[in-house]
């Protein structure tokens, strides 16, 4: 039995956390349950699984929660994130908030010697040598929910990193993959948020028709697995159905492959090393589209120019592209701003940041985070007042 806590419980991945958790009743328990402020799905998900403590970021949401149920005790505010991360009675932490939010819960489970099934990849972006080096010291562990990575660790399969020559992630290449870029500058969220393959929160969609998310996903890998950038490669394959490759110094390719559904990676995370047998829809072979795979058009790529080149800068480098990044995001959900002007002002904030070395403590990197973001907002004004 895993006993569950699931933080972003009421999302795109909470969601299906929570499907598993009803296809597993022996296997998965859910414990505790956190969202931001949508009190009325979580309490839907506290009766339905019989969930002691519920989290909601927003105080005024966690006082609805309050008079609304009774069925358990209502924690609020950020820090509750990372108390119900940390509590005893917790195996296994799912950390599906969206996010540089997500960060102090995946430092508060690790340091706790929990195992975080991690889709808040923010985490990792922002801190992820810090993660490491207190997993190492907690015993703790991060084991990827991105389906990408997912496929990596199911293909390396506890191999030593020597062993590989290269790991290629695969994207689908969003909503916006055959569009001239100069035509897509004044894309609405409404056409940005329609993505061909996945089905998922706004954040993240957005990321992808940048290709942020792929940016991201790189750096991700790049700690993960411990293999420097020059030995991690992005294909374009719109079918996402392969995941990932990884290339063994033999020169022998292994990949991983399945439908798109994240319940599958999610499963993966919870159960492994275990294989537990599952009722999800299966893979077709012989009624597969062909598969294809192209290199990715850096015109069309800019967030994973940018990431690489964060990445490349090091230290709080990859945090400022985060914190810059969801602000932006934000701003263009709201119509604050254009399609067109979110990767130039995130190359902005980049541009002029001085990126702190050495050993980064976790203080140093939410400073970071703090200033790209004001950092951003400024230089969205300008281009607001035009
Ligand atoms: P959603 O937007 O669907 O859900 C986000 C969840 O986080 C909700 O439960 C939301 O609560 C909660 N949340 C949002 N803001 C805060 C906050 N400030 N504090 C606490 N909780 C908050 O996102 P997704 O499920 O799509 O993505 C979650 C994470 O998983 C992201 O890091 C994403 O990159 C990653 N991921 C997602 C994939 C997918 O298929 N969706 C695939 C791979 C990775 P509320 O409902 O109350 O707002
Ligand atoms: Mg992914």
Redesign the pocket.
């Known amino acids: 039995m895993r006993r569950v806590a699931l933080?972003?419980?009421?999302?795109?991945?909470?969601t299906a956390a929570q499907d598993l958790a009803r296809a597993y009743p022996d296997r998965i328990r859910l414990v505790s349950l956190?969202?931001?402020?949508?009190h009325e799905?979580?309490i839907r998900a506290a009766e339905e699984f019989r969930v002691p403590r519920i989290a909601?970021?927003?105080p005024e949401?966690a006082r609805r929660a309050r008079s609304a149920w009774k069925g358990g005790e209502v924690l609020e505010g950020?820090e509750a994130?990372a108390a119900l991360a940390a509590e005893d009675g917790v195996d296994v932490v799912v950390n599906?908030?969206?996010?540089g939010?997500?960060l102090k819960p995946t430092v508060a489970a690790l340091s706790a010697g929990k195992r975080v099934a991690l889709?808040?990849?923010?985490s990792v972006v922002l801190a992820g040598e810090l993660l490491l080096g207190i997993a190492k010291r907690s015993g703790g562990s991060l084991v990827p929910?991105?389906?990408e990575h997912s496929g990596v660790a199911q293909c390396l399969a506890a191999r030593p990193v020597s062993d590989v020559r290269r790991v290629t992630l695969t994207a689908s290449g969003g909503p916006f993959l055959r569009r001239a870029p100069a035509s897509i500058q004044d894309a609405t969220p409404a056409e940005v948020l329609k993505h061909p393959t996945?089905?998922?929160?706004?954040?993240?969609t957005v990321?992808c028709a940048t290709l942020m998310?792929k940016g991201?996903e790189v750096i991700e890998a790049r700690w993960l697995f411990g293999l420097p950038p020059d030995r991690l490669d992005v294909v374009i394959h719109p079918q996402s159905i392969v995941h990932a490759f990884v290339e063994f110094v033999d020169g022998s390719v292994l990949a991983q492959l399945s439908i798109p559904d994240?319940r599958l990676p999610l499963l993966y995370a919870l159960s492994a090393p275990e294989r537990w047998t599952s009722e999800l829809p299966r893979l077709q072979l012989l009624d597969l589209p062909s598969l294809s795979f192209e290199r990715p058009d850096p015109a069309r790529s800019p967030g994973l120019t940018l990431a690489r080149r964060a990445l490349e800068a090091g230290g709080t480098s990859t945090a400022v592209l985060n914190a810059a990044d969801e602000e932006a995001v934000r701003l263009f959900l709201e119509k604050k701003i254009r399609f067109g002007d979110l990767m130039p002002l995130v190359e902005e904030v980049l541009g002029a940041h001085r990126p702190q070395g050495g050993a980064l403590t976790l203080e140093s990197i939410l400073e970071a985070d703090r200033w790209a973001r004001a950092r951003l907002h400024e230089a969205a004004a300008n281009v607001a007042r035009g």
Request: charged share 20%; glycine share 14%; no cysteine.
């Open positions: 933080l972003g419980a009421t999302g795109s991945i909470g956190a969202a931001r402020s949508n799905a979580l909601l970021v927003d949401a950020e994130l599906a908030v969206v996010g939010i997500g889709a808040n990849k923010e929910v991105d389906s996945w089905s998922m929160g706004e954040r993240i990321d998310n991201f994240m």
